[in-house]
């Protein structure tokens, strides 16, 4: 058992000082979000060989966010053909029915306006 202050965080008992007697537990971090740069580089690096668990180590993200990038290949390509913005951390999901639920929104937050009961009891 390791003695540390209670106000200490957890990611602060885990530095280099502790590091070499805890080798093989990792600490969980948030999920980092990748930019469009940043995913067009994974996409780079597999073409040129790269290992999957080469690039997450390089990038300091996960491997299955490299593995969910590569499935996403062409959108990701097509996104950055079509100069989107390249901060942008999310693809844009456009679907054949956004007039619908453009239209279906507007009714919806004008009948809550007006008090109406729109949860169909």
């Known amino acids: ?3 540390f202050d209670c106000n200490q965080s957890v990611r602060d008992l885990f530095t280099d000082k502790f590091a070499k007697n805890f ?18 580089k994974i996409i780079k690096l597999s073409d040129k060989g790269k ?7 390089e990038l300091k993200v996960g491997k ?3 593995q969910s990038t590569l499935k996403h ?3 990701i390509i097509k996104e950055y053909e079509n100069n989107v913005k390249s901060d942008s951390m999310r693809i844009c999901v456009s679907t054949i029915y956004n007039v619908v639920n453009d239209l ?18």
């Open 73 to 75: 290949k062409l959108d």
């Open 51 to 57: 290992r999957q668990r080469w690039i997450a180590e």
């Open 104 to 121: 279906c929104l507007k009714w919806f937050n004008n009948a809550t306006s007006r008090m109406i009961s729109v949860s169909g009891a």
């Open 1 to 3: 058992m390791i003695p």
């Open 23 to 40: 080798k093989g537990l990792k600490i969980m971090l948030k999920r980092k979000f990748l930019t469009l740069e940043e995913r067009m």
């Open 64 to 66: 299955t966010q490299i």
